[in-house]
């Protein structure tokens, strides 16, 4: 169960604010969209691109096991975030 909660604390605060969340906001805000179906759709987009990437993830764990995942992918996330401080400084 404790496992079960990290990813979703991980994958919870990692999706609050994206792309996705703010493209979801504005299909909502249009009037014409009903809300039930607009939930219906960004919740099956997200379901199926996290089915999609679980199934990854695992040929990957099989056939990959030599590579660093966890660490490939905390480097990469330092270099988005110190690209993102850099572009605020330089007003970009």
């Known amino acids: 169960m404790r496992d079960l909660i990290i990813m ?3 994958i919870f605060f990692a999706e609050f604010g994206d792309k996705t969340q703010l493209a979801t906001v504005l ?11 607009v939930f219906a759709a960004s ?4 379901v199926l691109s996290a ?3 679980t199934f990854f993830g695992t040929l990957a764990s099989r056939y ?3 590579v660093p995942f966890k660490l490939i992918a905390g480097v990469g996330f330092i270099v988005i975030g110190a690209v ?3 572009q605020h400084f330089r007003g970009s």
Do not use: C, Q, Y
């Open 84 to 86: 993102t401080v850099m």
């Open 64 to 66: 990959l096991t030599g």
């Open 8 to 10: 979703f604390a991980t």
């Open 51 to 53: 089915a999609i990437a």
């Open 43 to 46: 919740g099956g987009a997200l």
């Open 27 to 37: 299909f909502a805000s249009e009037r014409k969209m009903h809300p039930l179906a």
